[in-house]
């Protein structure tokens, strides 16, 4: 076997089957021997991986790993005290000051940075989230043991039994509160491995030193059980995602990272689980209520999450009534930092003139920045999600019907949420029928979330952009998070074949 010890620049690297990419100079002068060069195989991204982020992300999933041989001796009885001592330790004022302190640091570097700091903030909130979702984790059932199917032959008997997938691979933006969220795979007897976007690892780090690795050694959990990689560098997630002993690699944040992310996981032969773009769609229809259509917009703006209303479609029968009250909602949704609006084209005649010819103070995460209220946007570009800071931003679609509406959610959206405003319950039914979406309502969308809808704090919610999920659904959950094992108990010594 050949190792790769140098790279020249303009060598040519083949992937895809028949395609090729040429090393830039730029990349051939960073690499050095011991590091490793990924190739993404849908788009030809070179992805250097240095030796000291290799070398991180490696023994993370190797501690992750040893500890997942040593989780089946685990009672239940110990998670479940992990859980109330992770919990009681974020409760304590002594443990939070300095989670506390080091969150303001994360988030005043990253302001400095002109980064986005919505969902860095570690609010009182937030730490109550983390700590109800810990307690849920602490009470909710396992899967681990669970017979599934039992299969009696005369003499024998095939059981089906639920039991730990292995070591969680978990990559996520800057939100602390997933940080919690993802130790609910240890519910089930699993392990965890995680990588956080720089912007948050200062958190990361004290939530780690102060909280979670003291819950894990009182409750007697093995070392490594959930192990942060601890790297700023995002090729620390490419490799932590290209290693073999992960059993499921999981992946939230921007959708070029996390499509990136999967594939390098794909390519290892891993199964993954992502959730890289957001943004919901409410639809109505001909028979929608003006009022119940005005609240479910403005409840879905009340702060930008991937559940957020992106997208509104409005019947044109219906748009001259419906037109002004989705402005009134967004207005409403804005009254502190102002609102933006993009049209599609073709739609611009059912809005008032002057939203187009005033300007807005648009609070963006470099700044405050002075913008046209309203612009124009071509119907191809309705898939992108706005990543907006304070200032509720939206796209406004006026359409010939639900159908059409249905057909530019399914050829555009990122095939994530959508909500149908109505008062005929057989137009529901279509819409759910025809819809591409994951999660199908009737109102407002923010109700999209696993510990909100479902009682369970989620991993991730999986849209469908690559194709329905296979034998789960779309709220990922620490307890989804299992394999099916087989077991024969024979009562016979004479059964043969």
């Given amino acids: 076997m050949t190792v790769l010890k140098e790279l020249t620049a303009a060598m040519p690297i083949f992937y895809g089957g028949n395609r090729v990419k040429r090393v830039p100079e730029e990349l051939a002068a960073r690499f050095a021997a011991g590091d490793r060069l990924l190739v993404v195989p849908e788009t030809g ?100 043991g669970q017979v599934v199917e039992r299969l009696v032959h005369d003499g024998w008997a095939v059981e089906q039994v639920a039991d730990a997938l292995g070591v969680v691979g978990f990559v996520f933006e800057g939100r602390p509160n997933v940080f919690a969220d993802a130790t609910g795979v240890l519910r089930g007897g699993n392990t965890v491995v995680f990588r956080i976007g720089a912007d948050a690892l200062g958190t990361a780090r004290a939530i780690v030193e102060h909280a979670l690795a003291p819950a894990l050694e009182a409750a007697g959990l093995p070392p490594g059980a959930a192990t942060l990689v601890d790297s700023a560098e995002r090729a620390a997630g490419w490799a932590l995602f290209s290693d073999p002993r992960l059993s499921l690699a999981v992946a939230r944040g921007s959708g070029r990272a996390v499509e990136q992310l999967g594939s390098v996981a794909r390519h290892a032969g891993i199964p993954v689980s992502l959730h890289g773009t957001g943004g919901a769609w409410i639809v109505a229809d001909a028979t929608a209520d003006a009022d119940k259509f005005e609240k479910a917009v403005y409840h879905s703006l009340d702060r930008k999450v991937c559940n957020t209303l992106n997208v509104c479609c409005i019947p044109q029968e219906r748009a001259g009534e419906l037109v002004p009250r989705f402005l009134t909602a967004l207005e409403r949704a804005g009254e502190r930092h102002g609102c933006k609006l993009h049209v599609v084209s073709g739609s611009e005649s059912h809005v008032p003139r002057e939203w187009f010819s005033s300007q807005a103070t648009v609070r963006r995460a470099h700044g405050d920045v002075t913008e046209p209220r309203a612009e124009m946007l071509p119907v191809e570009k309705l898939g992108h999600e706005w990543e907006w800071e304070e200032t509720p931003e939206v796209t406004l679609a006026v359409v010939t019907g639900m159908a059409e509406a249905v057909k530019l959610f399914n050829d555009y959206a990122p095939q994530f949420i959508a909500s149908l405003i109505t008062e005929n319950a057989d137009n529901f039914t279509r819409f759910y029928e025809a819809v591409n979406a994951p999660f199908v309502g009737n109102g407002f ?17 999986s849209n469908w952009q690559a194709g329905r999920l296979f034998a789960r659904g779309a709220v990922l959950s620490g307890d989804g998070i299992y394999t099916v094992r087989t077991r024969v108990v024979q009562s016979d010594p004479d059964v043969h074949r």
Avoid: C
């Avoid at 070398?55 to 992750?64: C, I, L, P, W």
């Avoid at 506390?100 to 989230?129: C, F, H, P, Y």
């Avoid at 969308?445 to 919610?461: C, F, K, M, N, S």
């Fill in 45 to 144: 991204d070179l992805l250097h991986i240095p030796a000291r982020e290799h070398q991180v992300a490696t023994e993370a999933v190797g501690q992750a790993f040893a500890a997942f041989q040593g989780m089946g001796e685990v009672p239940d009885s110990q998670i479940s005290r992990f859980y109330d001592l992770f919990a009681v330790r974020l409760e304590a004022e002594e443990t939070w000051e300095p989670i506390a302190q080091a969150n303001e640091v994360d988030v005043a570097r990253a302001r400095a940075r002109g980064r986005s700091t919505t969902r860095l903030i570690a609010s009182d909130k937030m730490r109550r989230d983390m700590i109800a979702g810990l307690r849920a984790w602490r009470d909710a059932p396992t899967r681990r």
């Fill in 445 to 461: 969308t923010r109700w999209v979330d696993g510990q909100y809808a479902l009682g369970r704090p989620e991993l991730g919610l």
